[in-house]
């Protein structure tokens, strides 16, 4: 896993997901979060997620610190359609992934 940058979308109808073994993007925690102004590094775990202990890092732009912890339905998959909010880049969730996520994020 690394970076994700627009590699795979959810391709899903947002209100049929199927959640065997993957993210339930209506069943997370945010573990911790980094934002500036445009950019917000999240780590989210989602308990049903069998890989990396369901843990996720993720890369959002346009949503405010405060709108983003009041979240109800995280998708931590690329998708284009609109219906949800959808990262912008994707890092394995370990201290390198989040190191590699703070530096794509000051570099940006």
């Known amino acids: 896993m690394g970076l994700g940058i627009g590699l795979s979308k959810c391709g899903c ?11 339930d993007p209506k ?13 917000i590094i999240a780590l989210i775990k989602y308990p049903n997620c069998t890989n990396y202990e369901g843990k996720k890092i993720l890369v ?16 931590p998959h690329f998708c284009d359609d609109g219906n949800h909010l959808s990262p912008v880049a994707r890092f394995e969730p370990t201290a ?9 994020f000051n570099s940006i």
């Not at 109808?13 to 993210?23: S, Y």
């Not at 959002?60 to 998708?75: E, H, N, V």
Request: hydrophobic share 35%; proline share 4%; charged share 20%.
């Open 13 to 23: 109808n947002c209100d049929n997901i199927k959640t065997t073994g993957n993210p």
């Open 60 to 75: 959002f732009t346009g949503i405010t610190p405060s709108d983003f912890k009041r979240l109800s339905f995280i998708d």
């Open 96 to 104: 390198r992934g989040w190191d590699m996520a703070t530096r794509f």
């Open 27 to 39: 069943n997370f925690e945010i573990i911790k979060i980094h934002a500036t102004v445009n950019y």
